[in-house]
């Protein structure tokens, strides 16, 4: 029978296939759970990872305990029991921890039979009554199992009580969840929509298992709706009735404490659709216009003309007055209730246009010269009108040619054309010209030049001066041809590291100009380091990996010979590429230098646990070649928080749509959708981003339908605009309020201030799309 080590060294050449058959099979069971994106999934602590581990005794040294606990996997970085068929590992949590998942990589189908204990002082233990504490006939190389209650201790042990070949049991890794119930839903908003509301929220941490449910209750009425993501609709509600909303979030383990409750949502009966307008000429016309309005049975039309009264509609009404007319509709109900204005503008121009010459009516030129055209000025209501030009102009032929202009605007309305004589005559001869002009001057525009080896050559362009000297020819000289040559029509070639000076000299009056060159060496490798900054806890340890990046190659280089390391204080240590705090609080920072080339690593030691970080946006809507600047703030278990923007680790999903750059600033490249995720000490979140070539919004939506105040009250209005794609974005700040009865209420930058009693209407415009807003004041 083979030995251990035996059957390791056959395995050796299939473990990487088998690492990365693991990491695919991880990323299809997350999609498999409805994680679109597994990189942002919030995974629990493993709480053994670092710990000590002890054992019944090792197969040989290089297999010790430590190995089963330090977040490597593979049959050459596991844990060896001494003895065949049994063997036990126990882990030191530190102090008596919660846990209730644990799991297990063993080394192939090896490890049959698994039971779990735990103890209070590392030498008695005693089992844990719960079935998934034990496992019999394992034939998978990973169990994960999940106890039916958290269980609290301090030491851990895993007993391997047989094995299907009778050798030793292996354990690649042994890890402890405190997997629980998820966190409350945050940032709860409500809409209504007539008799129900559709209720927003963002989802908490689901604490290591998927959210399977939502479910959102009304206040008053207990009306309940479920879903698995937001948004989610309660219908059935009562109208002119006050509501809020709070939201739960169900996992395997349990269900969420209820969210804070939303904005309160008045619903109100739906008023009726706007009436349809046609016209019989939709663009401009030199006809009269008639307008035809049509809308639902029973109700009736009311109707006006630009700033005109209201009007009862009977029949098609015709338009006759030239410029734009500004039809404005609405559709009344048997309750009166009156539907949202419909607009429409009729274009009517029967003024011809006007076109007035620029330049001279007659015009000379010389035979072979270049006719430019002075053009014309067309005076219309239609701006922008471009002339039809009739005729053309053969410069290299005497003779007086006609231009005509033409000019037709939209409606159809022609111009009385104009006309243009050129006369084309020959050139009288000018004296000869001097036989000889001398060079003056000879510049470069570049005094200084940097270049680096394997750069393409760099061209220096010589001016003479008088531009117009007999004789321009010159010579370019180096004065290190080793670092840098210049070849006769001075382009420049990096040649070695140094400095020359590069000459050109007329040979014309001998005048010299000259560039000091420098040549640098092309660096070609650039340090990284896993995880790029590191956060721990007094006494805690983590494991630090460095890379080396050539082009496409990277090189792990952590306990490379050439590889050196130094920290600025005490209050760390490193050692095989182990990180280890001390008892005090503080910042740290570690150099890495490897080839000339230098790497620092941030370390913070605190007591304190990062709880969740929340950026500064969920969702906006931007357009092309248009920045945004992303805040990323950190909470922390002493409820402190902090902003940790630069120390944040930035992607997008789809680098064609945007860019993210290291400050976590925005750079939009093209129309389309992108997630913007943002990763600080290995926790991630993300914000959804829609690119628009025109950012128009389909409607806009308020915080409140109705509102009553009292006198000298003031209320701030909520405008969300909407786009396509489900895209919603808070545009409060950049919607322009108009109040029908000022007396009775203001707005100014949404904020209504009640004046005196009374009602009035309130109207706010965004994006070409328009909300309103009744106002009572009591």
């Known amino acids: ?85 049994t063997g036990w590992l126990q882990v030191d949590l530190g102090e008596p921890t919660d846990f209730r998942l644990w799991e297990i990589y063993g080394f192939n189908d090896r490890n049959m039979d698994y039971s779990l204990q735990i103890s209070s002082d590392g030498i008695n233990f005693s089992d844990i009554p719960d079935t998934n504490a034990k496992v019999t006939g394992n034939r998978e190389s990973q169990t994960s199992l999940l106890l039916s209650t958290p269980v609290t201790s301090r030491y851990v042990r895993v007993n391997v009580t047989d094995t299907y070949d009778g050798l030793a049991p292996v354990i690649w890794e042994l890890k402890l969840f405190n997997v629980k119930e998820p966190e409350t839903p945050l940032y709860v908003e409500a809409t209504s929509e007539n008799n129900r509301a559709i209720v927003s929220f963002q989802s908490g941490n689901p604490n290591g298992k998927r959210i399977t449910s939502y479910t959102v209750t009304s206040h008053p009425g207990n009306l309940k709706a479920t879903g698995t993501e937001s948004p989610i609709t309660v219908t059935g509600l009562s109208y002119d009735t006050e509501y809020t909303f709070t939201v739960t979030a169900t996992n395997e383990i349990g269900e969420s404490q209820p969210s804070a409750p939303s904005n309160a949502i008045t619903p109100v009966e739906a008023a009726p659709s706007k009436p349809v307008l046609t016209l019989s000429h939709n663009n401009w016309t030199n006809q009269d216009v008639k307008v035809t309005m049509t809308g639902e049975p029973g109700n009736t039309i009311q109707y006006k003309l630009n700033n005109g009264s209201w009007e009862t509609y009977t029949d098609k009404i015709t338009v006759s007055t030239e410029g734009i007319t500004e039809v404005v509709a609405v559709q009344v109900n048997g309750t009166q209730k009156k539907s949202e204005e419909e607009k429409v503008e009729v274009r009517i121009d029967k003024t011809a246009p006007v076109i007035t010459l620029k330049g001279d009516a007659t015009m000379t ?246 709880q969740s970080i929340q950026l500064s946006e969920e969702t906006f809507v931007l357009e092309p070649e248009q920045n945004k600047q992303l805040t990323l703030t950190a909470s922390f278990s002493d409820k402190s928080s902090k902003d940790v923007t630069e120390k944040s680790t930035w992607t997008s999903s789809d680098p064609d749509v945007l860019e993210v750059l290291e400050n976590g600033e925005i750079r939009t490249l093209k129309s ?57 974005e808070l545009v409060s700040e950049e919607v322009e309020w108009v109040s029908e009865n000022p007396e009775v209420a203001t707005v100014d930058g949404g904020e209504v201030t009640a004046v005196s009693t009374g009602s009035t209407t309130l109207t706010g415009s965004y994006g070409g799309k328009e909300v309103t807003i009744r106002i009572t004041v009591k």
């Open 1 to 85: 029978m083979a030995s251990v080590k035996d059957r390791i060294s056959k395995r050796k050449e299939g473990q990487l296939p088998f690492q990365k058959g693991l990491a695919t099979l991880l990323c299809f069971v997350l999609l498999t759970l409805g994680i679109e994106n597994p990189v942002s999934a919030v995974f629990p602590e493993n709480l053994a990872l670092g710990k000590t581990a002890t054992s019944n005794g090792n197969y040989e040294p290089q297999y010790s305990s430590d190995k089963a606990v330090d977040g490597q996997m593979g049959p050459l970085n596991s844990w060896i029991s001494s003895t065949k068929r």
């Open 365 to 610: 030129i010389y035979k072979g010269s270049t006719f430019t055209d002075p053009g014309v000025t067309i005076t219309d209501r239609e701006s922008g009108l471009q002339a039809e030009v009739e005729g053309f102009i053969v410069p290299i032929q005497t003779g007086t040619y006609t231009l005509k202009y033409h000019a037709k605007d939209s409606a159809g309305n022609k111009a009385t054309p104009v006309i243009r004589l050129v006369n084309v005559v020959n050139k009288p001869t000018p004296p000869p010209p001097p036989s000889y002009y001398p060079v003056s001057e000879v510049t470069l525009e570049e005094e200084e030049l940097t270049m680096t080896i394997g750069d393409e050559p760099v061209e220096l362009e010589a001016t003479i001066k008088p531009t117009y000297a007999s004789y321009k020819a010159v010579e370019w000289t180096s004065s290190n041809p080793e670092v840098a040559e210049v070849d006769m029509e001075g382009n420049v070639t990096a040649k070695s590291a140094g400095k020359t000076t590069i000459t050109v000299r007329t040979l014309d009056g001998n005048k010299t100009a000259t560039t000091e060159v420098t040549v640098k060496k092309k660096v070609t490798v650039t340090l990284e380091a896993s995880p790029e900054e590191v956060t721990l806890k007094p006494q805690q340890s983590k494991y630090l990996k460095v890379y080396v990046i050539d082009g496409k190659k990277r090189k792990d280089i952590t306990k490379d010979k050439e590889t050196t390391y130094s920290i600025d204080n005490d209050r760390i240590s490193l050692k095989k590429g182990r990180i280890t705090a001390g008892k005090t609080e503080g910042e740290s920072v570690i150099t890495v230098q490897y080839q000339g080339e230098e790497l620092t690593i941030p370390v913070s030691v605190s007591g304190l646990t990062l």
């Open 672 to 728: 389309g959708k992108a997630y913007v995720t943002a990763k600080y000490d290995n926790k991630y979140t993300r914000v959804r981003v829609l690119v628009l070539d025109e950012k128009a919004p389909k409607k806009l939506k308020l915080n409140r339908s109705t509102l009553r105040l009292s006198p000298e009250e003031t209320f701030t209005l909520q405008v969300h605009a909407e786009y396509e794609r489900g895209y919603t």
